[in-house]
């Protein structure tokens, strides 16, 4: 058999082969006694493997295919509909339970970096994480941006005594970092808040309001990720079977009530905000009218003088008079002079 059919042949025994080259299976490890066990475990025969050293299993997917995850499913004997979320995708963050195990939803955010926040600026962006969990196994599949969760198992690997937890402490790891990152995110957009705040109420003239939406738009992206978590950490506190970790599971749960406050207030000052320059644009454009009548003022003095002086009457006041041209100049220059300054002085230029 040649190599091409040898690697056909193995594709069709193993779907997580089939996007040759890319990364798909991050990791699978098996876990005894605290410590990881050496070797890349196959997928295959990995809950067999869990099962009769008294471990537990963890398999990590970037971004699979629904052959992938059906594949999985088959393996793990994993509920149709959670795995129907998991391909899918676009879900909000949610804890369900499905028989012996559980399906967990988590929105991670990450923090885009900009020179200047603009109206087009992309602030903030998420992902999502999606953890399937049993007593003796643990399946993350991960679809778009935000941090591997590579570091969280080195950090996991660390601790051997949060590792005898088994699956819980793998989601106590998992939640932790989530919700570190939605602090690092939170603090961030602070800064962009009090970028627009300043230029809202600085002296110079700027144009805001485009700038204030689009950072709005983006916080509320954020918001649907982080609000929406605060019930699931509340069943996942009240349940027996995370209880060995349920001390870390309330200061995850401490955080995220932080991160949840800081970002509704955020966005009732963003509101608070965006009125504000609302009332800014309309003074200036209230200035704007006034300067602007205030100089069709000025101008109709002379053209009204003008326009009457102008007239060829036979019979009309100094029509004939030698100075009579200099003293219509004169009138002009007075009587706009005079109106200038009342001008000057109510604020109107």
């Not at 040649?2 to 089939?18: F, G, I, N, V």
């Not at 798909?24 to 099962?51: F, I, S």
């Not at 879900?91 to 028989?99: A, F, N, S, T, V």
């Not at 989530?178 to 627009?196: G, H, M, N, R, S």
Request: negative net charge; contains cysteine; hydrophobic residues 40%.
């Amino acid at each position: 058999m040649t190599d091409t059919a040898s690697s056909q042949t193995r594709e069709e025994q193993d779907p997580l082969l089939d996007r040759a080259g890319d990364d798909t299976v991050v990791d699978c490890a098996l876990y005894v006694n605290g410590k990881r066990q050496e070797g890349h475990l196959p997928y295959e025969g990995a809950l067999k493997a869990a099962d009769e050293s008294g471990g537990f299993v963890w398999i990590g997917l970037f971004e699979p295919t629904d052959r992938q995850v059906q594949a999985l499913a088959a393996e793990f004997d994993l509920h149709p509909l959670a795995v129907e979320d998991a391909v899918n995708a676009h879900q909000r963050p949610k804890l369900e339970r499905y028989g012996d195990h559980w399906f967990l939803v988590l929105k991670p955010a990450k923090y885009i970096e900009h020179e200047e926040l603009t109206g087009q600026s992309e602030v903030i962006r998420t992902g999502e994480i999606m953890l399937f969990v049993g007593h003796n196994f643990v399946v993350t599949v991960r679809h778009g941006s935000g941090r591997p969760l590579s570091e969280v198992r080195k950090s996991l690997e660390d601790d051997e005594d949060l590792v005898k937890c088994g699956p819980p402490a793998v989601v106590y790891r998992i939640c932790d970092q989530v919700v570190d990152d939605y602090l690092e995110v939170a603090y961030e957009v602070e800064k962009d808040i009090d970028e627009l705040e300043e230029s809202v109420f600085s002296p110079a003239r700027t144009h805001d309001t485009q700038r204030i939406y689009q950072l709005k738009r983006e916080l509320l992206e954020f918001k649907r990720a982080v609000v929406p978590l605060g019930r699931p950490l509340e069943q996942m506190l009240a349940a027996e079977k995370l209880a060995p970790v349920h001390d870390y599971l309330r200061d995850v749960d401490d955080h995220l009530r932080r991160v949840t406050q800081q970002v509704e207030g955020d966005d009732e000052l963003l509101d608070s905000i965006l009125d504000a320059n609302l009332t800014r644009v309309s003074v200036q454009q209230n200035e704007d009218m006034r300067k602007i009548s205030a100089y069709a003022a000025l101008f109709a003095v002379p053209t009204a003088v003008a326009g009457i002086y102008g007239m060829n009457f036979d019979h009309m006041p100094e029509l004939h008079w030698q100075f009579g041209y200099p003293m219509a100049l004169t009138l002009m220059v007075v009587v706009v002079f005079a109106l200038y300054r009342a001008f000057k002085r109510s604020g109107w230029l």
